[in-house]
């Protein structure tokens, strides 16, 4: 059984800066990309950052320039670097994980969320 377990979110006025991080535990072969989502109250899941295993990142447009993922392979871990943060951005972050059990079967893994609250 595949976890993501996030962790880093909470409450910080507008303008500041939090640093969200996701890890993978259990028995996989690898992990092809790992990405974050949120989910603001009322509104449908969005993509945020995507880290693929090629080093290469991609960020949805409303947070460019502010938002960094970052990956370190060897924790099986990601990381997401808010700065500059905006009211908007308040939302359940969630981390999600494209990887390659055992059997060699491709899964999709989500972890169970963490809160970020920014106030003005």
């Known amino acids: 059984q595949v976890q993501l377990v996030e962790s880093g979110g909470g409450l910080v006025q507008a303008g500041g800066s939090l640093r969200l991080s996701c890890a993978a535990s259990?028995?996989?072969?690898?992990?092809?990309?790992m990405a974050w989502y949120r989910q603001a109250p009322g509104k449908q899941r969005e993509f945020i950052a995507t880290f693929s295993s090629g080093g290469s990142t991609n960020y949805a447009d409303s947070v460019k320039g502010r938002f960094t993922i970052s990956r370190d392979n060897a924790k099986s871990t990601v990381y997401l670097q808010m700065n500059s943060l905006k009211p908007e951005d308040t939302a359940v972050y969630y981390c999600n994980a494209l990887m390659v059990d055992p059997t060699y079967k491709n899964r999709e893994v989500w972890g169970q969320g963490t809160l970020v609250n920014v106030s003005s």
């Open positions: 259990g028995s996989f072969l690898t992990i092809n990309l």
